[in-house]
């Protein structure tokens, strides 16, 4: 914990993909024990707070407001960079991989459209798409368009991919340390 970074560091209070996220990569990648004691040496850092998405906060720092920002998507640095934005981003291994889903409702008004949008989506086709962007494509047959921004790519080895059955049954522990350790203090 460099204390040239106190007070200059912000990050997401979002249960799906912020400060939880981070608390509960951090428990499971060193343990309960020594998890708690680097969460307490963190507080010291005064990390700034907000409920924006992890996009915005990388645009905060572009814009020069902070210079950092924990737990983003990588590839959302990637794809500023490309832009021709100041934007890197570093690996904490592993990496918290938030899985995302998708899903049809019941009782849908379209649910045949909806099952064919599902199945382009989840297709080489659509996940071409997404690859096309420098976001990550989910089907195994697709690689990142960027190989930095999978694991093996070089710039970490190891993801801790957090199924949403997880954030349910962890949420509200992550939640409740990040409200004792960073907000009531």
Do not use: C
Request: hydrophobic residues 40%; aromatic residues 8%.
């Amino acid at each position: 914990m460099n204390p040239k970074w106190r007070g200059e560091v912000i990050w997401s209070t979002s249960r799906g993909s912020g400060a939880p996220v981070f608390i509960g990569n951090i428990l499971a990648a060193m343990g309960q024990r020594a998890g708690m004691e680097y969460l307490q040496r963190l507080t010291k850092q005064n990390i700034a707070k907000s409920t924006a998405s992890a996009r915005a906060l990388l645009d905060l720092v572009i814009a020069g407001e902070y210079p950092l920002v924990l737990n983003i998507f990588n590839h959302h640095a990637v794809i500023s960079r490309k832009a021709g934005a100041p934007s890197e981003w570093q690996p904490i291994e592993p990496v918290a991989a938030p899985v995302h889903t998708i899903g049809l409702p019941k009782n849908s008004p379209h649910p045949h459209a909806a099952m064919l949008l599902i199945d382009f989506i989840l297709s080489t086709k659509g996940q071409k798409v997404f690859q096309d962007v420098n976001y990550l494509p989910a089907h195994p047959k697709m690689p990142a368009k960027e190989v930095e921004l999978k694991p093996g790519g070089g710039r970490f080895k190891k993801a801790n991919y957090l199924n949403p059955e997880t954030l349910v049954d962890k949420g509200d522990e992550w939640v409740d340390i990040f409200q004792k350790l960073f907000i009531k203090g």
